[in-house]
């Protein structure tokens, strides 16, 4: 019988002999849960580094023996094509000005394409490989025997905000923290006068999405990004000239002095520790950044190898930025992350967003690109560098193997593009994957950009299923519940 006052509706929700099922089934779960995890059968644990407040930056172990001790990733903003530089389809050639089959009428990003366009620039072989690059990008083609091309990439948007946002963050949303990030965290830094993870813009500004492509989100601030490039010092660091050397010194030290005794009396307070580790780093790095930012030191021809004295201004501050990452590298920086393209000047402007003009833009900004790029390759490997340094050169997703209709460009393809690594534990002069005859989606050993980011951290010696942070009720992952280790890519 119901209770007085309740409708037959309710009599689920008062039901003695349901609420006893459920109960014994809940602690049923409650007991299963308890003895799988005593015998290791829920799965490995998460690994959360052990960091000391004071010394955030401290090194730290990684899971595993790793190949690389550091990543530079070279991010190209705008969506590069694919079908324009590193993926050679002849296909295109042949059904150029023809449409598409199966594809009538395609509605993509910007709305409909009109008919296939075969490459712009000529491919031709490079390299004992044999690799087919094309003149777009003659120098970095050239040493296609250093990478290992990854041709079946995939992404989750074709808007390139929230697909700069995987690329960098494994998530299209924001708020997650950049893959620098968990690095840092996970790692720390071998250089303790330089912050573990550096992002060097491009010399036009900054890309679409700004600082959240280096932020640490719900990670502690200490890993996020430090942007500045050779044109832009890290800011505030120079001494006012109203402030003698010696009272500056005198200034840190009292300081120190304070926050010293203020932490004896509050033992265990994280963010005081944090703070007091920043104060330091920011005394220390007063030196070490202004040196590792001074080019000067460099000979005549290092600089004339980058081109950082050409004529063409934009092309001498990304040749700066490089020589930049270089010595960073050097210098113990654990991520680098080092930016072609921005979003300052508009579409296509000052980034390889080729909807309209191709043929005019993308010469503009492969001449910036190209050389810089290629001899920070080749001074890293002169040098040993690319034994233990893991390069990574992507871009938020491809483009069509069409033109859009009534336009001289290619409209935005996240079903299938190019990315490539080289240095530390990767197979060079190898191609993994593919797309279809037209380059228009991976076909091949389909990857996905999760997978990308389990393999640069497998590189780096971190299990990517069992790095995370405890946030908000979730452990979270830079490949959140996703990924897999490109096996075949591995040397």
């Avoid at 380059?439 to 010696?461: M, P, S, W």
């Avoid at 995370?468 to 890519?489: A, F, K, M, Q, W």
Wanted: charged letters at 20%.
């Amino acid at each position: 019988m119901n209770p007085p006052g309740m409708r037959p509706l309710g009599d689920g929700l008062v039901n003695r002999r349901d609420f006893l099922h459920s109960g014994a089934m809940g602690l049923g779960s409650v007991a299963l849960a308890s003895l799988l995890a005593e015998q290791g059968l829920l799965g490995a644990s998460p690994i959360r580094p052990v960091i000391d407040p004071s010394s955030p930056y401290a090194p730290r172990p990684p899971h595993f023996t790793p190949k690389a001790r550091r990543v530079l990733m070279v991010f190209c903003t705008g969506a590069l094509s694919h079908l324009d530089t590193f993926d050679y389809k002849p296909a295109l050639v042949k059904h150029h000005d023809k449409p598409m089959p199966g594809m009538d009428k395609l509605i993509t990003f910007q709305g409909e394409n009109g008919n296939l366009v075969k490459p712009l620039w000529e491919f031709r072989p490079r390299g004992q490989c044999g690799k087919m690059t094309s003149d777009l990008l003659p120098n970095l083609g050239a040493l296609a025997d250093e990478m290992c091309f990854i041709h079946s990439m995939t992404g989750k948007s074709n808007t390139h905000g929230p697909a700069e946002s995987q690329m960098s963050t494994g998530f299209v949303l924001d708020g997650f923290p950049s893959m620098g990030a968990w690095v840092s965290y996970a790692l720390g830094s071998e250089s303790q006068n330089l912050p573990a993870y550096v992002a060097i813009p491009d010399p036009r500004g900054v890309p679409q999405i700004s600082t959240r492509q280096w932020a640490s989100s719900f990670l502690p601030a200490a890993y996020q990004g430090t942007p500045f490039n050779a044109e832009k010092p890290i800011a505030n660091l120079t001494r006012p000239a109203s402030i003698s050397e010696n009272g500056d010194v005198a200034t840190r030290d009292f300081v120190k002095f304070l926050n010293e005794r203020h932490l004896a009396r509050h033992p265990g307070d994280g963010d005081l520790s944090a703070r007091i580790a920043s104060y330091e780093l920011a005394g220390r790095m007063q030196l070490a950044a202004a040196e590792v930012g001074d080019l000067r030191g460099e000979s005549a021809a290092t600089q004339e190898f980058y081109g950082v004295n050409d004529t063409n201004k934009n092309k001498a501050g990304f040749a700066k930025n490089c020589l930049l990452a270089r010595r960073l590298l050097e210098r113990g920086v654990r991520f680098v992350q080092l930016f072609n393209g921005a979003y300052a000047m508009g579409e296509g402007v000052g980034n390889w967003d080729g909807h309209k003009t191709i043929a005019n833009q993308y010469p503009i900004h492969a001449a910036i690109l190209d050389q810089p790029c290629a001899a920070l390759l080749r001074d890293l490997k002169s040098r040993g560098l690319l034994e233990d340094t893991l390069v990574a050169f992507v871009t938020e997703f491809g483009r069509m193997p069409t033109f859009q209709k009534g336009s001289n460009g290619r409209d935005h393809n996240p079903k299938g593009f190019t990315v490539w690594l080289a240095g530390a534990g990767v197979r060079a002069g190898h191609s993994h994957g593919a797309t279809d005859e037209f380059g228009y989606q991976a076909t091949q050993d389909v990857a996905t950009i999760y997978d990308l980011h389990a393999t640069i951290l497998h590189l780096l010696g971190l299990d990517h299923t069992r790095l995370s942070t405890y946030h908000n009720g979730i452990e979270r992952r830079l490949t959140d519940v996703h990924g897999d280790v490109i096996g075949p890519v591995l040397a």
